[in-house]
């Protein structure tokens, strides 16, 4: 794996947990390697939230991809973001419209 690579999954994994310090829940992803099983980055009792820390936003890929992992847990489906120079608390939630 490049340096890069690893700064990314740094980066990305820093974010996550800052997430769901945030809400006080603890990050359902598993980072061991081989591991591919897909429940969200975070599940609560009622949401299952990808967190994505990108230069580059791909949002409707992402929530097409979120959507189909809360169906799987029967969770509402959200999209953390993290907004480049921001704090957490800044990061921007997507959401449905029937579901906000």
Not at 35 to 64: L, M, P, Q, Y
Request: aromatic share 8%; glycine share 6%; proline share 3%.
């Amino acid at each position: 794996m490049t340096a890069r690579g690893k700064a990314a999954r740094a980066k990305g994994h820093a974010y996550e947990l800052d997430v769901a310090h945030w809400f006080g829940v603890p990050t359902t992803r598993n980072y061991a390697p081989g591991a591919h099983i897909d429940a969200g980055d975070i599940v609560s009792e009622t949401h299952c939230v990808d967190c994505k820390n990108h230069a580059r936003w791909t949002v409707a890929a992402w929530f097409d991809h979120v959507e189909q992992t809360a169906e799987a847990c029967n969770r509402i489906p959200a999209l953390s973001l993290k907004r480049a120079n921001r704090s957490t608390g800044d990061s921007l939630w997507v959401v449905r419209l029937r579901d906000a």
